[in-house]
């Protein structure tokens, strides 16, 4: 069960740092809850401190991501047509490959600006690059967030190793071995 859990604890904050950049996947809170699976193995070592202020921080990173595109663009004199325009060319843009997720944003967030309003083609563009600056700011934040996860999965997984949990399974090895002679 324990190797399960440091499995599904990695799988999970594996997906959460995909879920960082692609919109489908709820980066930081897939990665928070692989911390949690990890939690409870006896091969990786998190305080429940970590857990709490990691959960707090994915809550945070989550809703931070989706205010800073809307005021990023409401800032650059944007509308709701550039954000929504953003995040259609951010799900365009994953299909295109990694220069379509950073271009899919700003090239969506013009055209939603443009057809909204064309009559001033360089307050479009000042839209975009602010929606743009808020799809970066908010995507940055949770890569940071869900990489400092992983880097606390794998110091806590260091630690886990280095304690006595890790000479349980050295102990069942010649167990294992022997089953492995008679089959």
């Not at 271009?103 to 360089?122: K, M, Q």
């Not at 997984?157 to 008679?182: A, R």
């Amino acid at each position: 069960m324990n190797i399960f859990l440091v499995i599904v604890g990695a799988v999970l904050l594996f997906l959460g740092f995909l879920g960082t950049f692609l919109p489908v996947l709820p980066g930081a809170p897939l990665a928070w809850f692989g911390m949690l699976a990890a939690y409870f193995s006896d091969y990786v070592i998190i305080k429940p401190v970590i857990l709490i202020i990691c959960a707090v921080a994915a809550i945070f990173v989550s809703v931070a991501d989706n205010i800073f595109p809307v005021a990023m663009t409401k800032k650059s004199g944007g509308s709701k047509a550039g954000t929504w325009g953003s995040t259609i060319g951010l799900v365009v843009g994953m299909f295109i490959g990694p220069w379509g997720i950073i271009l899919g944003p700003f090239c969506g967030a013009l055209v939603g600006e443009l057809i909204n309003d064309s009559s001033d083609f360089n307050k479009c563009l000042k839209a975009a690059f602010g929606a743009f600056k808020g799809f970066l700011l908010g995507t940055g934040l949770k890569m940071v967030a869900v990489a400092v996860f992983i880097w606390f999965f794998l110091f806590g997984l260091y630690k886990g190793i280095k304690t006595e949990s890790v000479d349980s399974v050295i102990n069942i090895l010649p167990t294992v071995q022997n089953v492995i002679k008679t089959v």
